[in-house]
């Protein structure tokens, strides 16, 4: 916030149902951010996720979140930085900030990892395709992740620029940080799937509905990795890198080339067992691009 310039940032956060002191902390945190010059908006929701539909009660979480910024005048110039449960640093929010604009992107996406044993394996794989409609790696069946390491296995470009830590297109991201459009808010909120689409994630189905809307720039940042946990944090980082020592190396070749066109399928993976192809835009009105 001292970077960005605090009197132009609001921080808006949502708790629900913690019960390791959380709550105090986050009000505690008010005078800290106003005495800053942001402004804070701290709500205790009595939503719980493990009561009724999962999807629905995390798209309104998400969307309570979002409340402050609802009717506001300068949506147009209003930049969203939306995180997860995530360890991160202030480089890797300030380069999917700056990749946004670089990339006159609609939506920028960091890579999230987990650790199923001794090497990473990307995490958000249920929300996140390729341009290629498909997972960013392949998943049989039975389930198995043994496939992890090699993503973008059918995207030759997108797997190139994957290793050289280059931003790539792709059809939908989250990975537990993202940075986009305030105005696509104008058109859009969270949601779950209808009662005739393929039952998805609610990010998955946000990235759908701003292609719906005009708005398929979307982007994940290789450059930028995050995980869920301070001690996986510096694993990930000391193998992978901090997102300054890519940023350092920048080259020519780091502008994506946008397509304007989503893929005509995409991958419904309401469980492993249970995947297929659909049309990308599954029971939304016809709609010509």
Known sequence: MNFLGPEKCTLSIVEGHSTDGTFE??????STIEQLGASYSFVSSGLDSKVGGRIEILAKFRNLALEPLMGSS???????????DVAICSE??????????????DMTCAMDWTYVGNDPTFYDVWIARGMTGDSFF???????????????????MAQSRLNNRQPIQVFSCWNGAVVFAGEVLKKIKFRRSGEVECYQGEPKLFCKDMWYHGYGKIAVV???????????????KALIGFTSDWTDKEREGQ???????PPELVKCMRNYQDQTWVPWNESLPLKSF
Not at 25 to 30: C, F, G, N, S
Not at 74 to 84: R, W, Y
């Open 25 to 30: 902390i986050l009000k505690l945190l008010r």
């Open 74 to 84: 300068n949506l147009d110039k209003t930049t969203v930085v939306f995180l997860n």
């Open 92 to 105: 890797d929010i300030l380069e999917l900030i700056h990749q946004r604009v670089q990339q006159k992107a």
């Open 138 to 156: 392949d998943i049989p069946e039975d389930g198995n992740w043994d496939s992890a390491w090699n993503l973008f296995w059918n995207d030759p």
């Open 222 to 236: 290789p450059s930028v990795s995050i995980i869920y946990s301070d001690d996986d944090m510096r694993k990930i």
């Open 255 to 261: 502008q994506i080339e946008w397509n304007e066109n």
